[in-house]
């Protein structure tokens, strides 16, 4: 993919090989597939928005009580939480 044009000014950070971005202080995870590449970031009101040329990435507002700004919840595992069940009311 070649790199996206930007505007003059914008905030640009590059996408590190484990698909995160470094942005005051925190780090904003947007998936490998962006690796090598600068994606330009805005905020307003709170959220901030990562772009690939006029493409949005991501959007997050950012939890201060957090470094690291994972992309999602991760799926379950070890089976919880347990399906209610006559044995796990």
């Known amino acids: 993919m070649p790199q996206a044009a930007n ?3 914008a905030i640009l950070r590059k996408v590190n090989f484990n ?3 470094g942005y005051r202080g925190y780090q904003i995870q947007v998936g490998s ?4 590449h600068r ?5 307003m009101d709170g959220v901030v928005q990562c772009f690939y040329g006029e493409q949005l990435v991501r959007a997050l507002v950012i939890d201060p009580n957090r470094q690291f700004q994972p992309l999602g919840f991760r799926p379950v595992t070890k089976g ?3 399906p209610k ?3 796990n009311p």
Do not use: Q
């Open 7 to 9: 505007p003059p000014g």
């Open 19 to 21: 698909g995160t971005l």
């Open 33 to 36: 597939i962006w690796d090598g």
């Open 39 to 43: 994606l330009r970031i805005t905020e």
């Open 80 to 82: 919880w939480p347990r």
């Open 85 to 87: 069940t006559a044995k």
